[in-house]
């Protein structure tokens, strides 16, 4: 009995459940959310309506031409040379996306960092805080991932599957450690950090500056992150995610915990593929 019981209750089992009965909680406590954000402050910042613009441009722009360029230049190399320096420009490209930011940050919010949401005495409170969000969001994430395979499958028939994340497919495809390690440091840490300091910091606080309601500065914020990726199959489940972490930010005030979800969720991912790998 003990055995079958334990193969029935499995880890996945035990974090799904987990999950159902954080989610359950936070809706109970919050009256489905209605009263979720009703203490939320907006942060204090000068920001023009033009400003989180200019890390997205410098980000899509400059790493995309830079990467064209390189392909070119360097069309000879081996597939896991040109995989690791693509990637090798993602990353460099984001660390100065993330200077950008800084930057601007520094220029345009009261409390400079602190009041962007960077606050390094908040680490160890928001990164638990990021494992509890992240448990709570994930039978809905799950569910996403389902309903869209359900969906593909009805309107393009039995054959659709939900393609993964080009640099899941790259750390599969290439078995050198050096390919490894930088999509490990460039998709787990340093584009996740970006990102979430550009759609979270700039893109939903300059919206919730103008429009003063917190859950709808979420939702489009969420939507731009989704359809900023590439794969329309993704969008769903992105999306809930993005809710997940917008919702993190707004209640806390700390960027450090989105960013931990974030950071979290793409480590999770790109070791579940490694496992099965």
């Not at 031409?65 to 081996?78: A, E, F, N, Q, Y």
Request: net charge positive; hydrophobic share 55%.
């Amino acid at each position: 009995m003990v055995k079958q019981f334990a193969d029935i209750i499995s880890v996945t089992n035990i974090i799904y459940l987990t999950g159902l009965a954080l989610l359950t909680w936070w809706l109970l406590k919050t009256s489905l959310g209605k009263n979720a954000l009703v203490d939320s402050a907006p942060r204090r910042n000068s920001m023009p309506l033009y400003m989180p613009f200019i890390p997205l441009l410098i980000w899509f722009g400059g790493v995309s031409l830079t990467i064209s360029i390189t392909r070119k230049l360097l069309s000879d190399l081996p597939d896991w040379q040109s995989a690791f320096l693509d990637n090798l420009i993602l990353c460099v490209g984001a660390l100065i996306s993330i200077t950008v930011i800084v930057f601007l940050v520094r220029a345009n919010f009261a409390r400079r960092l602190k009041g962007f949401g960077l606050n390094v005495k908040t680490i160890h409170k928001d990164f638990s805080a990021a494992v509890v969000n992240l448990l709570a969001v994930w039978p809905p994430l799950i569910f996403m991932i389902v309903l869209t395979t359900l969906f593909g499958k009805l309107i393009f028939g039995q054959q659709f599957e939900m393609q993964q994340h080009e640099e899941l497919k790259m750390i599969t495809a290439y078995p050198q450690l050096a390919v490894r390690m930088m999509i490990v440091i460039t998709a787990a840490v340093v584009v996740p950090t970006f990102e979430e300091m550009l759609f979270r910091g700039l893109f939903q606080t300059m919206l919730r500056s103008y429009l003063l309601k917190p859950w709808l500065s979420i939702v489009i914020t969420s939507g731009l992150f989704a359809i900023v990726h590439a794969d329309a199959g993704h969008w769903p489940a992105l999306f809930v995610l993005s809710m997940c972490m917008g919702y993190s930010y707004e209640k806390s005030g700390s960027l450090f915990r989105p960013i931990f979800i974030h950071c979290l969720f793409n480590a999770i991912s790109i070791t579940a593929v490694l496992h099965s790998a």
